[in-house]
Each structure stands twice: as structure tokens, then as C-alpha cells.
């Protein structure tokens, strides 16, 4: 059963629900510190960060004509190191993909990602996560009109369907008998749901609102979550100061209203406001 957050969080197409253009910048600490030792003191001290996010998932992360991505997962970044002392332009953004999420963690290539990165336990045994700051729920795009009827996941038994190779979503359709072809973005299921090579694409549902809003009268969601996907944000294994002080920063996030001005201007431009989901302090 989808949780409230998800349903509150899920594919309200309405007309853009907020005209803002960019989030408000984040006020970047001057006078912080933090114990000697910690990932905070060293990253504060060498006033840079790397981050690693999608760069081409609407709404969330989505490469800009500058080459720098924006989006919902962006500005969480953006408060993270504005709390670590860290300006926007001290941030170097990576592309990661479904598939190099765990290893550019676990290399040390990235200090963080945050890109729709589902927790789930296979995960948490190579790397921690802080959060979760989102919930989303995995649905169904499909053809302007759904020509197929295609209302739920059992509806996509022995049929073709695009999904991202190595996400939560790929494995999620092979247990309801998709067949499932991948691709390395979602951005790469369009072409074929438009030429009929699949009969749908399916991931998360804030993924697939952003796709169907770029593309306007293609695409349609199916609008019946079937899973539950909080998104965290990925860091080393076992950092637990850091996954902590992490999870302090997005509560502040939620308290003092940053959380929803990131969300207003970006995803909220299409999706409703959902409630922020409460940290979970056992996630490692």
C-alpha cells in the first residue's frame, strides 16, 4: 500500500502550481565549524564539493544550457553545502546513472549523490544513506490516450517495457513478468514508446510527470503507484557523523521553510506540494 506521502506527493498534473523560475539561493554559513576528523571539517576546509546527480531527469535533475543541472535533487545539494559552508559554484556536479551510483561512492569520485536514489537494503550494504527527503512511488507512462488500456502492472505480463538498466524499477517489472528492455536513461525510453518497440516505461512517478511535461499531448501517466520509494541521498559506507549531520540539515530544511521554496521552484512546477517525509535516523 502506497503511504500518504506518496499519494499526497504523486502526479498531480495540474497546470504549473508555482511560476518561480529559480530557487531562492541558499545562505551559505560563514562562521561554522565542525570536529577535527569528520567529513564536515573536511570538507568545509577545502570549500568544495563533488556531487553526483541525473542530468537528465525533469524536475529533479536535468542538464541546463550552461551544462549544469537543475532541478529538486540540485537545490537539496545546494542546501547541503550552503550548510557545510560551501557555495553554489564551490560544487562540482557529476552524472551518475542508475548503474554507477554505488561505485562512484564507493571510489570516493563523488562525496554525495542525490539522484532519485532509492534506499533499500542491497544498497545499504555497500553504502549509508541519509534521508529520506522524498517519497515517490513507481507508475506507468504510456501513449497519449493509453491505446493498450494498460491501468496497473500486471497489465505489462509478456510485454515489452522500457526501464533504466540497474534501478529499483528494472527489478520491480521482472517480478510482475515485464520483459524489460534497458536503456541507460530514461530520456532513452521515449523514441521507443513512441515507435511501439515497448508498450510502456515505467519508474518512479516525479520521473515520469517530468517526462510526460517536457513532451506535452505524447505522453500520459498511468497514475497507480504500485511501490514505495524514498529517496536518499548516498554517501560512504558506515560515515555515520556525516549521514547524521545530514539528516540534522534537511530536518532544519523542512522547519524553516528551504525544503519547500526547493520544491515550489522546481518539481512544483508541475507536482503538488507533498508533506517532507520524516528522517530516518537508523539509515545507514
Known amino acids: 500500500m502506497i503511504s500518504a ?36 571539517a ?17 524536475l529533479f535533475g536535468l542538464a ?3 551544462g549544469d543541472p537543475v532541478g529538486f535533487d540540485v537545490e537539496i545539494g545546494k542546501l547541503i553545502a550552503a550548510k557545510l559552508g560551501i557555495p553554489a559554484d564551490g560544487i562540482t556536479w557529476t552524472e551518475t546513472v542508475s548503474t554507477n551510483r554505488e561505485p562512484f561512492i564507493q571510489s570516493g569520485q563523488v562525496d554525495l549523490v542525490i539522484a532519485t536514489y532509492t534506499i533499500n537494503d542491497a544498497r545499504k550494504e555497500v553504502v549509508s544513506f541519509a534521508g529520506p527527503y522524498y517519497e515517490a512511488g513507481q507508475d506507468i507512462l504510456v501513449l497519449e490516450g493509453n491505446p493498450e488500456g494498460i491501468e496497473g502492472p500486471e497489465d505489462l505480463e509478456g510485454k515489452n517495457v522500457c526501464s533504466v538498466s540497474g534501478s529499483t524499477s528494472e527489478k520491480n517489472l521482472a517480478e510482475y513478468g515485464a520483459v524489460v528492455l534497458p536503456a541507460a536513461g530514461y530520456s532513452d525510453c ?3 514508446l513512441r515507435t511501439g518497440a515497448v508498450v510502456a516505461v515505467s519508474t518512479d512517478n516525479v520521473i515520469l510527470a517530468g517526462l510526460a511535461d517536457q513532451n506535452e499531448g505524447e505522453f500520459e501517466v498511468v497514475n497507480n503507484p504500485f511501490t514505495q520509494e524514498p529517496y536518499g541521498i548516498g554517501l560512504a559506507l558506515e560515515d555515520d557523523e556525516f549521514r547524521a549531520w545530514i539528516n540534522d540539515t534537511l530536518t532544519e530544511a523542512y522547519d524553516d521553510g528551504d525544503w519547500e521554496a526547493a520544491w515550489e521552484a522546481t518539481a512544483g512546477k508541475v507536482l503538488d506540494l507533498p508533506e517532507p517525509p520524516a528522517v530516518d535516523n537508523y539509515t545507514r
Open 64 to 66: 541546463g544550457p550552461d
Open 5 to 40: 506521502i506518496a499519494l499526497t506527493g504523486v502526479l498531480a498534473l495540474s497546470a504549473c502550481t508555482n511560476s518561480a523560475e529559480t530557487a531562492p539561493e541558499a545562505t551559505v554559513e560563514e562562521d561554522v565549524s565542525f570536529d577535527e576528523g569528520t567529513t564536515m
Open 42 to 58: 573536511a570538507l568545509n576546509e577545502a570549500g568544495e564539493i563533488t556531487i553526483g546527480t541525473k542530468f537528465d531527469q525533469p
Open 190 to 192: 521515449l523514441e521507443p
